[in-house]
């Protein structure tokens, strides 16, 4: 009886384990199919702009769309480029990507720092204020920073792509929280050598928040390059102008409308692509710089 009850108790046993090991494939299989059907909704919208960009526009208009070039067009991604004058939107984007990347870092930096290392008075409340602010959102100060510039005579310029957004409370709090992680035995003994602030603020605060510095540089520059609204309305020059002070996203808006009024979809769409290539490669190449920024901060508060 005892070996029956044994071999019964072995069988039980193995059913059960014969089960957990079915249930636990069960459960990758249903996992992995899911994420496969994500990615391929996610990625479809980058194939059809691919497929797309290929096409001649007699096979872009066909009632049924197809699901691979009859015959590749290699040629509207040059036509694109004249068309819409790339090389002269890239500039812009460029520059003006750049140029308020490196301003914002230098306000961001000594913002944080003061907010994470130094004592005045008010700071808490001073703080709590900037923290507020990110509740509002941007498009209510459109029309109050739109006359700001007006009165300062500085629509269709630089200036006015710049200089309204290189103060980031974001950015800010995300820095001062990697700096607060900092022990305050490297600042205190920093204060012991003679060391002031500026210093060591440059050589230990900066080199020890390197990956979070990193992210909001990544951050920053796909923002200028992606900006759309405010480029459009304070920047909006006619584009015969060797392409005015125009950024990618609104260049792309107008330049392939024809004379009849029909646009030609597949440069455009060929367009698109050129455009998003370059963040589709910092995301690629970049984007553990990015993830490992933003895991450093927000520990400690």
Same mark, same amino acid.
């Given at each position: ?67 691979? #070039? ?26 003006v ?17 003061a907010?994470?290392?130094l ?15 990110m509740?509002?959102?941007?498009e ?34 995300l ?15 920093a204060k ?15 080199p020890?928040?390197? #990956? ?9 520059m ?42 030609n ?11 998003s ?5 910092v995301f690629v ?17």
């Open positions: 009886m005892a070996e029956t009850f044994n071999t019964m108790q072995e069988k039980d046993m193995g059913s059960v384990v014969s089960r957990q090991k079915v249930i636990a494939v069960l459960a990758k299989v249903l996992v992995y199919a899911f994420l496969i059907l994500m990615a391929v909704i996610v990625l479809f919208p980058f194939y059809w702009m691919i497929n797309s960009s290929l096409k001649p526009l007699e096979e872009y208009r066909l009632p049924i769309p197809t699901f691979w #070039p009859h015959k590749l067009l290699l040629s509207n991604y040059v036509n694109a480029f004249n068309t819409a004058k790339l090389g002269r939107l890239f500039l812009n984007t460029l520059y990507g750049v140029v308020s990347t490196l301003l914002s870092l230098v306000i961001t930096i000594l913002s944080a720092f907010f994470a290392r004592e005045f008075k008010g700071k808490n409340v001073l703080f709590a204020g900037l923290l507020a602010t509740m509002i959102p941007g209510l100060f459109t029309i109050t920073n739109y006359m700001t510039v007006t009165r300062l005579n500085w629509l269709n310029t630089y200036t006015v792509l710049i200089v309204p957004f290189l103060v980031s409370v974001f950015y800010i709090y820095l001062r929280q990697n700096f607060l992680q900092i022990p305050d035995e490297l600042y205190l003994a012991v050598d003679g060391t002031s602030d500026f210093k060591y603020l440059c050589k230990v605060m900066i020890l928040s390197l #990956p979070t510095l990193i992210s909001i540089t990544i951050l920053k796909m923002g200028a390059w992606n900006s759309y609204i405010w480029p459009r309305l304070v920047a909006n020059k006619d584009p015969l102008n060797n392409g005015g002070h125009r950024l990618i996203t609104n260049g792309l808006r107008n330049a392939f409308t024809q004379t009849t009024g029909e646009v979809y597949p440069e455009q769409m060929a367009a698109v692509a050129l455009v290539a370059p963040l589709f490669l190449f970049l984007r553990k710089y990015i993830m490992k920024g933003v895991s450093r901060s927000g520990i400690k508060g």
